[in-house]
T-cell receptor
Framework: DQQVKQNSPSLSVQEGRISILNCDYT??????FLWYKKYPAEGPTFLIS?????DKNEDGRFTVFLNKSAKHLSLHIVPSQPGDSAVYFC?????????????FGKGTLLTVNP | DAGVTQSPTHLIKTRGQQVTLRCSPK?????VSWYQQALGQGPQFIFQ?????ERQRGNFPDRFSGHQFPNYSSELNVNALLLGDSALYLC???WGSGQKTQYFGPGTRLLVL
């Protein structure tokens, strides 16, 4: 049972336009969400996170939106740059004193075309 | 500021052998988590070590074991290797008291023949 789902395996956008990556989750106990970027032959790099007490968090070109009622979050990248081309993973962490693991989606391959 | 480091970068083993992977956490971090990433999948949580104890474990068999040393570095051991253990093994570090963001190392690519 996949608790974090990224339903789009790939996304292609033009340089300068907006990239929107989506993520859905099923576990209502998740209270912290993260986005990671991964280049081939490297480990995932942390991009941005959001707590369930917020609905938006911004960091430069990256904005994450959280819709708790829909159990949906999205990552917006504006403007997109060719260097943003990578696999993006959505991850979630649960509440409670004994839940320390991150649960990941399968990832979305973003290609930004010059 | 040194990030998370892992060794070796690549490893080839045969079925039935045992392997040990190593990880040094980011400076200032005291918690180490291990993940397995199969091709085309997201990372899957194996276990987390804090204060030299296994604090939480994912759905992995007992063939997967670990250790954390007093300097916070960690080892992942896998016994009786199976072909299906071929994957990228990722180490992530964080600060134990409530920090949920984990920072990953570059990984060790394990191939079991």
């Amino acid at each position: 049972d996949q608790q974090v789902k990224q339903n789009s395996p790939s996304l292609s956008v033009q340089e300068g336009r907006i990239s929107i990556l989506n993520c859905d989750y099923t576990n209502s106990m998740f209270d912290y969400f993260l986005w990671y970027k991964k280049y081939p032959a490297e480990g995932p790099t942390f991009l941005i996170s959001i707590s369930s007490i917020k609905d938006k968090n911004e960091d430069g070109r990256f904005t994450v939106f959280l819709n708790k009622s829909a159990k949906h979050l999205s990552l917006h990248i504006v403007p997109s740059q060719p260097g943003d081309s990578a696999v993006y993973f959505c991850a979630a962490s649960g509440s409670g004193g004994s839940n320390y693991k991150l649960t990941f989606g399968k990832g979305t391959l973003l290609t930004v075309n010059p | 500021d040194a990030g998370v480091t892992q060794s070796p970068t690549h490893l080839i083993k045969t079925r039935g052998q045992q392997v040990t992977l190593r990880c040094s956490p980011k400076s200032g971090h005291d918690t180490v988590s291990w993940y397995q990433q199969a091709l085309g999948q997201g990372p899957q949580f194996i276990f987390q070590y804090y204060e030299e104890e296994e604090r939480q474990r994912g759905n992995f068999p007992d063939r997967f074991s670990g250790h954390q040393f007093p300097n916070y570095s960690s080892e992942l051991n896998v016994n009786a290797l199976l072909l299906g253990d071929s994957a990228l093994y990722l180490c992530a570090s964080s600060w134990g008291s409530g920090q949920k963001t984990q920072y990953f190392g570059p990984g060790t690519r394990l191939l079991v023949l």
